[in-house]
């Protein structure tokens, strides 16, 4: 039986999923942890496939000529997934010691009532930059504090999330454009808490900082957040894709 299922919405992301593969599919945490691990694609052109496919990995493709969001990803996955924990991460995480994530799951999220659980984001340590550390830091703080007060937040770089939970909150908006992980940790939260593990981190590429700046993802995620909360719409139509 598969107690969890890791689920990843790719598009094109050949260059760092294979640091994200090496660590979470290794065979003796797969034997021992009984996992799965999903990649569920959005119409990659590059290598991304074939680098799911060396590791093993289940492979969930989109329909040709259907347009794909990362929530409809999100749920492609989740449709195909076979465990009772759903561990969402995205495909240009990398995470250190990912035995220690599987024991915080185990004895920490399992035997408690909470329905869903997340932790830090931080930037990949060789390149993060002081501007880096400052904003992270605060949304850091910002996230935990949220799932304190009773709002509920948790970034797609990794939430986790007990499958009945998700299936009776209907997975992610598909609607939504930007923002859709903030919508499914609020939507959890009015049934139960959400843990916040501040002892984990998960690494990001700095991709997007660095193309499009700080203050500039600041003010979409905010912009994002509030039309959710009032409109259950997300401000932007689209999230580009940044490689």
Same mark, same amino acid.
């Given at each position: 039986?598969?107690?969890?299922?890791? *689920?990843?919405?790719? @598009?094109?992301?050949? +260059?760092?999923?294979?640091?994200?593969?090496?660590?979470?599919? %290794? #065979?003796?945490? !797969?034997?021992?942890?009984?996992?799965?691990?999903?990649?569920?694609?959005?119409?990659?052109?590059?290598?991304? @496939? %074939?680098?799911?496919? +060396?590791?093993?990995?289940?492979?969930?493709?989109?329909?040709?000529?259907?347009? #794909?969001? *990362?929530?409809?990803?999100?749920? &492609?996955?989740?449709?195909?997934?076979?465990?009772?924990?759903?561990?969402?991460?995205?495909? %240009?995480?990398?995470?250190?010691?990912?035995?220690?994530?599987?024991?915080? *799951? =185990?004895?920490?999220?399992?035997?408690?009532?909470? @329905?869903?659980? $997340?932790?830090?984001?931080?930037?990949?340590?060789?390149? #993060?930059?002081?501007? /880096? !550390?400052?904003?992270?830091?605060?949304?850091?703080?910002?996230?935990?504090?949220?799932?304190?007060?009773?709002?509920?937040?948790?970034?797609?770089?990794? #939430?986790?999330?007990?499958?009945?939970?998700?299936?009776?909150?209907?997975?992610?908006?598909?609607? @939504?454009?930007?923002?859709?992980?903030? %919508?499914?940790?609020?939507?959890?939260?009015?049934?139960? =808490?959400?843990?916040? &593990?501040? /002892?984990?981190?998960?690494?990001?590429?700095?991709?997007?900082?660095?193309? !499009?700046?700080?203050?500039?993802?600041?003010? $979409?995620?905010?912009?994002?957040?509030?039309?959710?909360?009032? $409109? +259950?719409?997300?401000?932007?139509?689209?999230?580009?894709?940044?490689?």
């Amino acid at each position: 039986m598969i107690n969890y299922s890791i *689920i990843i919405p790719t @598009l094109n992301e050949e +260059k760092l999923l294979p640091n994200l593969l090496e660590v979470i599919c %290794d #065979q003796s945490l !797969l034997k021992e942890y009984n996992y799965e691990v999903i990649i569920s694609d959005g119409g990659s052109s590059d290598s991304t @496939l %074939d680098i799911a496919r +060396k590791f093993n990995a289940v492979i969930v493709e989109k329909k040709i000529n259907e347009k #794909q969001n *990362i929530a409809m990803g999100r749920n &492609a996955g989740a449709k195909s997934a076979k465990g009772n924990v759903l561990i969402f991460i995205n495909g %240009d995480v990398y995470i250190k010691n990912f035995e220690v994530f599987l024991l915080k *799951i =185990k004895n920490k999220f399992l035997p408690s009532e909470f @329905l869903a659980m $997340t932790c830090k984001v931080e930037v990949f340590p060789h390149e #993060q930059k002081l501007i /880096d !550390l400052i904003f992270h830091s605060f949304y850091n703080f910002h996230f935990h504090a949220l799932n304190v007060i009773g709002m509920g937040m948790g970034r797609g770089e990794f #939430q986790t999330i007990r499958k009945d939970v998700f299936e009776k909150v209907n997975g992610f908006n598909e609607e @939504l454009a930007a923002g859709e992980d903030f %919508d499914l940790f609020r939507r959890i939260r009015k049934y139960g =808490k959400i843990l916040f &593990a501040r /002892d984990l981190v998960v690494y990001e590429s700095p991709r997007r900082y660095r193309k !499009l700046g700080h203050f500039r993802i600041f003010f $979409t995620w905010l912009i994002n957040s509030v039309y959710i909360i009032f $409109t +259950k719409t997300s401000k932007s139509s689209e999230w580009k894709e940044v490689r």
